[in-house]
């Protein structure tokens, strides 16, 4: 792979410093880094693989002419600054809801659709994190058997919200006073709500999981409803999956699509209690399924249990992952 420029952008955020550390775990440090916040943070010293980088401003690491630029600073700055990176010929991976819905800008999971990328794409959406999950287990399956209808309730950690959430969570839990981004107590709690109520009734975050599945699997008349539910966990989201199929299948068969699929990790021994939680993905770029069974009321349908690291596989992992696979394709 040639060295490269990489620039994070947001890299003092929750998602942004997850960015870093997997950066330095997959040997990437040794391209060139620049790390880029907002202005409350340039200055700020941040040590990667025993390197210490300063944090310098958006413009300025858009003056560097990165070739790629790793975003995780929100949707207006996305909008803002991508297309000006862009414009330079860096090819920018972004982390927010920005770009997704956009029909030119591919969305993507490497191991299901990285295929569609060409050169003259420079800009490049990650979906949203919930997504990741549900599309790397079902896209094997969609593949064998024709996806038809998913039903999916997500069970979502504080941490995709940010690390204001987190520290509302641990306030409460401590019974102390803190300013409040739900509009409930988080702590021994759980709601319904994630991101902003549509005029159809649903969230953001329920709709993207309509719209990103659809887009990511190639599979525009699938039918998808969703819930989203925000529970007090600091780690990793939980899904579970309801899919009814074109076709025919054999939990043998399924299970063994899931073992033989990239990233994803089969966690299905009920009887000893084995099963996919938020413990076991903590920090973990595998997405987790278990509770694998046939839906009994009717034809052609699984009902399976899906977790994994929302800031890694669903945000991080997932941008730095698509980055591998363009260097590795000497993509300039």
Partial sequence: MHTSKIAVIGATGLVGSIMLKVLEERDLTENEIIVAASEKSVGKKITIAGKEYTVVSIDEALGASPHFALFSAGSAVSLQYAPLFAQKGTVVIDNSSAWRNFDEIPLIVPQINGDVLKPTDKIIA???????????????????????????????????????????????????????????????NLFPHGGTFEPNGYTTEEMKLVHETRKILRAPKVQITAT??????IGGHSEAINAEFEQEFEIGEVIKLFKSFSSIKVMDNPSQNEYPMPLNAHEKDEVFVGRIRRDESQPKTLNLWCVADNLRKGAATNAVEILEMLKNDNYF
């Fill in 126 to 188: 990650n979906p949203n994190c919930s997504t990741i999950q549900m599309v790397m287990a079902l896209a094997p399956l969609h593949q064998k058997y024709g996806l038809k209808r998913v039903v999916v309730s997500t069970y979502q950690s504080v941490t995709g919200t940010g690390v204001n959430a987190v520290t509302q969570l641990m306030k409460e839990r401590a019974g102390e006073q803190c300013e409040k981004v739900y509009p409930h107590q988080i702590d021994m």
């Fill in 228 to 233: 989203v539910v925000r529970v007090p966990v």
